[in-house]
């Protein structure tokens, strides 16, 4: 079950991922801020990786892998230059990051 859902879950990152960097890719290209255009999703795509580190909080990563492979995969999302350089682009790589100090706090 834990393998099953660790898949899932990298699965998931994955799609976020790849999606992320093809829109905001697209937006750029046309000489548009990501952070200009859709502040708001900067937001949501927070709030779906803090989602992402509670629910590994309930079901923890496959033990047999590395332990922290998604909480690293997270953080390598965090550092793409997509995200932008605007206060909403700060403040939702900064909750995210929060996010992932309380996690790893309340692993032993």
């Known amino acids: 079950m834990i393998g099953e859902a660790d898949s899932l879950v990298k699965a ?9 960097t093809e829109d905001a890719k697209k937006i750029s290209g046309v000489g ?3 952070e ?17 580190l509670g629910f590994l909080v309930i079901l923890p990563s496959n ?5 922290f492979q998604i909480v690293e ?10 995200w932008g350089s605007s206060k909403a682009s700060f403040e939702t790589q900064v ?3 929060i996010a992932c100090v309380r996690y790893l706090a309340s692993q032993k």
């Open 73 to 82: 995969g997270i953080l390598n999302f965090l550092q793409k230059e997509e």
């Open 12 to 20: 998931t990152l994955e799609s976020l991922d790849t999606n992320f």
């Open 95 to 97: 909750n995210v990051l």
């Open 32 to 34: 548009i801020k990501i």
């Open 36 to 52: 200009a255009r859709y502040e708001s999703k900067l937001f949501e795509m927070g709030e779906v990786l803090q989602g992402v």
């Open 63 to 67: 033990p047999e892998n590395s332990f």
